[in-house]
């Protein structure tokens, strides 16, 4: 379901990707570096692991070995599954958070929200995505990726009709026929190292 489906004219220029920015097949591994503001750096494995259907949607599973996550595209449009979490003093709601569009124009936006209760109050937090950049060419620890979006996520919370910024939470790199990339924060970074794709 994930895996790049290239629609071609008779000269052979790409039409569509359907789903590209997400070929997570069964067995298919990445391995990203991650590094804090200390520069500090570590390593882990992303392994697909299959899929499984989640309130009549199919997902694939990509596991770290202690927790999985739960990743969709549904017609150019790339969705993460949250769980519910329950902490003292913080509760947030499961949804799907739609946080790529394949098919929108450079510099176009769109907005998710994200429903909490800290502290017993109920508030609505907002996420803005932005599209920053589409068909670039984007290097990555020594690796050079095309057809690369490039989307900046803020976030604001939500009173009432007005929504009040809480300031960038990050950028996101997804490269065609690999899937996410590289995330630039204020504190941290996150870059794939190498992937396999089977």
Same mark, same amino acid.
Request: net charge negative; charged share 20%.
């Given at each position: @379901?994930?895996a790049? *489906?290239?629609?071609? +004219? ?6 569509? %990707?359907?789903?590209g920015y ?6 298919? !591994?990445?391995? %990203? ?8 750096t !570590?390593? $882990? ?6 899929? &499984?259907?989640?309130n009549?949607?199919?997902?694939s599973?990509? +596991?770290?070995? !202690? ?8 017609n ?17 709601e499961?949804?799907? *958070?739609?946080?790529?569009h394949?098919?929108? +124009?450079?510099? +176009? !936006? ?6 909490v ?7 609505t ?5 932005? @599209? ?12 050079? $990726? ?11 919370v939500l #009173?009432g009709?007005?929504? $009040?910024?809480?300031?960038?939470i990050a &950028? %996101?790199?997804?490269?065609?026929g690999?899937? $996410? ?7 941290? &970074? #996150? =870059? ?5 794709? =089977?």
């Amino acid at each position: @379901m994930y895996a790049c *489906r290239k629609e071609r +004219s008779l000269e052979g220029t790409i039409i569509d %990707y359907h789903c590209g920015y997400a070929p997570y097949s069964a067995g298919s !591994s990445f391995t %990203y570096q991650y590094t804090n503001s200390s520069g500090d750096t !570590s390593h $882990y494995e992303l392994l697909v692991t299959g899929d &499984t259907t989640i309130n009549g949607h199919l997902y694939s599973v990509l +596991s770290d070995g !202690s927790a999985d996550q739960f990743v969709r595209c549904d017609n150019g449009s790339y969705f993460l599954y949250e769980q519910a979490l329950s902490l003292p003093d913080y509760q947030l709601e499961e949804g799907d *958070r739609l946080f790529l569009h394949d098919n929108y +124009s450079e510099g +176009s !936006s769109w907005n998710d929200t994200v429903s909490v209760t800290i502290a017993g109050v109920e508030q609505t937090g907002l996420l803005q995505y932005h @599209m920053l950049k589409k068909e670039a060419v984007h290097t990555v620890l020594g690796n050079d $990726y095309k057809d690369v979006i490039v989307v900046r996520q803020d976030a604001a919370v939500l #009173i009432g009709e007005t929504a $009040y910024p809480a300031g960038t939470i990050a &950028t %996101y790199y997804y490269a065609l026929g690999v899937g $996410y990339i590289e995330t630039a924060s204020p504190t941290d &970074t #996150i =870059r794939l190292q190498h992937y396999a794709i =089977r």
